[in-house]
Structure formats: C-alpha cells, structure tokens
C-alpha cells in the first residue's frame, strides 16, 4: 500500500502543554483591595493631622538602601542573620529592602546634617519588609508611619513623643480607657542586668535571654517569666524554650523589678532605683522615666494614658533609653467568638548612637512607630471605620450604543462637578449593567433609554437606599410600583440630583 503522504515517527513526542505561571501570592504576602486602602487612607490622613499639630515635617526616603546602611538586622530566630531581602547592584554592592522607616532615617540625617535644623522633626509613611517567617496575621510587608525628632537629649522630646502616641490614638477613636501608652528605658534594664551580674557584653546572649523572658510578662505571667528565667518553660503544644539558667537570687531580683509596687509610677520607680542600687546607667534611667512621666502628668496626661511599666523592652537593639509602646487594652471577640486584645499597636524609644554610625559624632534622637495594619484591624474591630458603601464612581448606563456621545457628556457635567463617574465601558445589556455598577460600590447609575431621551430627562437609581428597601418589600408587585429609590429628573438638574443622592448617603 503506497503512502499518501509524510508519516510522524510513532516515537515523535507529543507537543507539549505550555507551562504557565501560576497566578500565587509569595508567602508573607497579601493583595490589598478598594475598600481597606480607602480605609487606611482616610486613617492616615488622621494620624498624619496630629503629627502636623506637633510640628512635624513629611520626609520620604527610598524603599532600597544600602544594605551597609542598615545597621543591625531583625533578630529573627529562625532565620539568623536574614532579616532583611537582600539583592546585588551592578557594581556588586549589597542592597536591602528597609525593614523599618528610623535607619533610612540616619543616612538621611547624616548626609545632609549640616543644612538640617536641630532638632530636627519629621514623620514618614510607608511599607517596610521584613524576611522573617510568616504566620497568621504577621506579614513580610506592612505599613509603618513614624514620627521622630533628631538632635536632642532632652527627655522632654521624648515625652512629647508619649503624648503624641496618645493623641494619636484618641484622634482615630479611641477613649481614656481603651490604650495605655507604657514606658520604661533600656538603661534600667541594664540596671537590672547589672545589679545580677549580667553586665558587660560578656553576657550579651543571657542578657538577650533575660530581656526576651521579661517582655513575655503580658503574655505569660510573673510565673511564666519565671520559668523562662531559670531552666525554661514547656508550652501547651509540648515545646520546649530553654531559659537564661539564672540562680534562684537573681531571678528574685528580677520578679522584684516587675512586680515594684506603689500607688503611681513614682513610686514604683523609687522602688526599682533601690533595686538597681549603685548602677549608673540604672540610676540615670529611672531620672529620666521620673521626669518623662512628671512633663506628661503637667501637660495633662495622666497616669491612665501615660505610664511606667517595667516589662516593657521593645525587641531592635537599637534603642540606648526611654522605650516606648502604645496598647489597646479593650477586648473583642474574632471570628470564633473567642474574646481577644490587640495589645500592641506601635512603639519606639530613644536611639542615641545610630546616626553615630555614619559620622563617628553622637547625635541624640526619639521616635515612635505606628503598626498601620494592626491598628486599621483594630479600629475596624470596633466599628469604629467610616462606611465605605457607596464609595465607588457614579455609572453611566450605555441604553443605546448610538448615544454613546450623550452618555459621555453626562459622564463629563458630573466629573467636573468633582463628582466620579464613569460611562459603562463593556458590551453587555442593562442586567449586567446593573450588576457591575454594584460590584463597583456605586452609589447610583444613570439611566437615559429613548423615552427618556424624547422627554429630556434622565434617570437616577439610588443604589444604595435600593438595597436598603429590597430587604423590606418581598412582594413583586409592591416592588414594581414602588421602584424604589429611583426617579426622573429633566437633564440640566442631573448634577444637582445626583449631589442630594450622594448627600443623603455621606458623601455630600
């Protein structure tokens, strides 16, 4: 039998399927949709007000630094020594990712320190990475926004600083009651540190060890600390973490330092300066936290705003005095039902060497960082959000493809009244029409069909008082004689109509 043609070797591959990227997010990572970046931005604009009462300026560094430039990484104990995501120039030279908004903040003042005034006062905004490991609700990028000043040693700056915390967090909702600012410093900590022999960078990993157990205290108890000071301490999960290994007379000194007693925080600091005895840095730390406290309770922040806590630590090794976190102390109840805190929201503290990097001359300087996505969860928690219904553009129903040019003059009149709007770009009937303008967040569609084109009127669909009125009418008939939250206007009022909808719902 003749072949007819070309006959494939019965061993020629088959054409294989092409390969495609899958459509996956890197871990630690998440997509961020309309509604919660409307939110953020009206909660930025918040924050950002205070910071611009207390006088300070916006400056805005660049996402990428020299890796050099950075200072002292995260510590990140399953990670060592990657705390940061790292990447190679042209030139070979290590470049990072910023893992906070402060080191940016010290090559920037270092560069230009001599044209800057002092003390210099600025607040940033922006997202920060972090290669540590993910979990729930820990992510790798998230948004910071600081407020510091630079080229001061007065402990006034960093009360100032408490008391900004605390406007903060009153301007976006919350009431005396619902958060704590808390204070301590480091140099009472290397107080403590001393007064059980722990001092000098000999001990620097036992140090480490200690400061960890005590910052657990809100978490796990003077009993739990306990534990974590001497041998270590087994979780519910069966895991083992093991402690600093103190003997039993140090480990009471330290359960003394945290559990000082006395009817306000001078008090209880007088206690901790016994405590720390003939430590200098210990001494000069409670000085320091004796008269933050004094300037905050004169300015008008009490003790229930502002106030000294001695298991407050704050994790980069940075910070060289007064420490600083802001807590929300309400509770809510999550998606389980279970009754949960947020506890803490933002913090900072004083850092009086890390300009000293760049240019071997000590500039003293404070600050404190806001945890933007925690605190937006927060705020959202309580309800305590703006509504985002009805946010979206007003939408042009396209009722005749011919009209197109009529349906963008309407499109125009609203955009120039600084309304938004747009013209239904796609191809689909009214339905559909109906149905995207919803998914939008539209607060109304308008409608211009021929009848409506022949009386020179248009009509406005209330979509959002529409939704509100087909939970209440269940009969079909009702429905369509009552067609609800929709009616004709004659075309030149069509603006003005559209500004009562939108009055109505907010948005006026």
């Known amino acids: 039998m ?34 919660e970046i409307r939110a953020m931005a009206d909660m930025l604009a918040r924050i950002r007000e205070v910071y611009e009462i207390y006088g300070f300026e916006p400056l805005e560094t660049p996402a990428i630094e020299y890796t050099d430039a950075l200072g002292k990484f995260l510590p990140d104990q399953d990670r060592p020594n990657e705390g940061v995501f790292s990447f190679q120039d042209e030139d070979e030279r290590w470049l990072s990712l910023r893992y906070d908004l402060t080191a940016p ?12 005034p002092k003390p210099f006062r600025r607040y940033a905004v922006g997202p920060v990475w972090r290669n540590e490991k993910p979990g729930p ?102 895991d083992f973490t093991k402690g600093a290994e103190l003997a039993e007379e140090q ?18 600091l007088a206690r901790v300066g016994e405590i720390v005895g003939k430590s200098e840095a210990g001494a000069a730390g409670v000085e320091d936290l004796t008269r933050l406290l004094e300037l905050c309770a004169a300015a008008g922040y009490p003790q229930d705003r502002i106030r000294f806590d001695p298991s407050v630590v704050r994790g980069l090794e940075y910070y060289t005095g007064p420490v600083f976190e802001a807590e929300l102390t309400f509770e809510v109840r999550n998606e389980e039902g279970q009754v949960v805190r947020f506890g803490s929201v933002g913090g900072g503290g004083r850092y009086d060497d890390l300009v000293a990097r760049f240019t071997g001359q000590r500039v003293p300087a404070t600050g404190f960082s806001i945890g933007v996505s925690r605190l937006q969860a927060a705020i959202a ?15 042009v129903l396209v009722m005749d493809r011919s009209e197109l040019p009529r349906y963008q003059g309407f499109v125009k009149q609203l955009r120039a009244a600084k309304i938004p709007a747009e013209m239904y770009l796609g191809t689909a009937g009214m339905k559909a029409q109906m149905k995207y303008a919803d998914r939008r967040g539209s607060p109304c569609v308008v409608i211009q069909g021929s009848d409506e084109r022949v009386r020179g009127e248009v009509q406005i669909k209330d979509l959002i008082e529409g939704s509100r009125l087909s939970a209440e009418i269940s009969d079909s008939k009702e429905w369509r004689e009552a067609r609800p939250a929709q009616f004709s206007v004659p075309e030149a009022e069509l603006v003005s109509a559209v500004k009562s909808v939108l009055a109505r719902h907010g948005r006026g």
Request: aromatic fraction near 6%; proline fraction near 3%; include cysteine.
């Open 2 to 35: 003749r072949s007819s043609g070309f006959e494939a070797p019965r061993n020629m591959a088959k054409p294989q399927k092409e390969q495609r990227p899958e459509a996956q997010l890197p871990k630690g990572f998440r997509d961020i949709e309309a509604g």
């Open 105 to 116: 903040l010290a090559r920037y003042v270092a560069a230009n320190f001599d044209r800057l």
């Open 137 to 238: 609700g820990r992510f790798r990028q998230f948004m910071q926004f600081d407020a510091d000043t630079v080229g001061t040693d007065n402990v006034a700056a960093d009360a100032e600083i408490c008391m900004l915390a605390a406007d903060t967090l009153e301007a976006l909702g919350f009431q005396h009651g619902d958060y704590v600012v808390k204070v301590n410093s480091r140099k009472v900590l290397d107080g403590v540190l001393e007064a059980i022999g722990l001092g000098g960078e000999e001990h620097a990993v036992r140090r480490l060890t200690v400061l960890r157990a005590v910052d657990k205290l809100d978490r796990l108890g003077i009993e739990g600390v306990q534990l974590l000071l001497g041998a270590g301490r087994k979780d519910e999960s069966g």
């Open 251 to 268: 480990i009471g000194v330290v359960l003394q330092y945290l559990t000082a007693e006395g009817k306000d925080g001078a008090e209880k």
């Open 381 to 395: 928690a309580r309800g305590q959000s703006r509504p985002q219904e009805g946010r979206g553009p007003v939408v």
